[in-house]
């Protein structure tokens, strides 16, 4: 098993930054990849970006060029550096950690965008 805990999100003006963070109980170079995803009011879960266990990076398209996913190995964390915040980005993002076919999740932390 993986607990993921995140962390990091709060209330900015549009055009600001933020930055979550994900600590997982298992070295994230045992897991295969690892993925922030997000659910806004009203909507469904929606993939974010994603980092595997070789650094390769994934994102979707509506964040490209403006949030980065990188880790830590050495602190088992996934950081995700969100610039340039829409209001349209505000949700609950949770951090997502594929082990040997499993999915993991956390309980996800809130992020809201002012206009």
């Known amino acids: 098993q993986v607990h993921l805990v995140e962390s990091g999100g709060g209330l900015v003006q549009a055009g600001g930054s933020l930055g979550l963070s994900c600590v997982a109980s298992?070295?994230?170079?045992?897991?295969?990849?690892m993925r922030w995803y997000r659910q806004g009011p009203g909507k469904q879960r929606e993939f974010v970006a994603g980092?595997?266990?070789?650094?390769?990076?994934t994102y979707a398209d509506f964040v490209k060029g403006r949030f980065i996913i990188s880790r830590d190995n050495a602190k088992n964390t996934v950081f995700l550096q969100m610039n340039s915040l829409k209001p349209e980005d505000t949700a609950v993002y949770h951090c997502?950690?594929?082990?040997?076919?499993?999915?993991?999740w956390g309980q996800g932390t809130q992020v809201t965008v002012s206009s």
């Open positions: 298992a070295s994230v170079l045992r897991i295969n990849a």
């Open positions: 980092i595997a266990s070789g650094g390769f990076t």
């Open positions: 997502n950690a594929l082990l040997n076919g499993e999915g993991y």
